[in-house]
């Protein structure tokens, strides 16, 4: 049996900013692509990296996807210091086949 799972691209795009000074120029999210659509999980866990277009005059701290699979239930993936605008993350059995949706994407700046 093979335990697929696909990664929807659907983006709603909310822009927020959460300091008390106003910036003049927030990031901007260009674009976003994955290495894969479709991983087989049933036999060895796989790595899917979400690789993030965005542009910041001041520079990008951390991007945050939530992902968010049928039932509800999210799962949070969070940059790195060293790369803050690419996300691997790892799937293996334990997640159930079915379709995540990114839900939310959130970018921090400098």
Known sequence: MNNNISLILTLMFFFSQSTTALESDPPVLNG?????NTIDVSSNSETITFSLDVYDESGIERATIWLRRSGGVNTVL??????????????????????YNINNITIDDL
């Open 32 to 36: 976003i692509s994955l290495d894969k």
């Open 78 to 99: 969070q940059s790195t210091d060293e790369n803050p605008t690419e996300i691997s993350y790892t799937f293996d059995s334990t997640y159930p086949e079915g379709e």
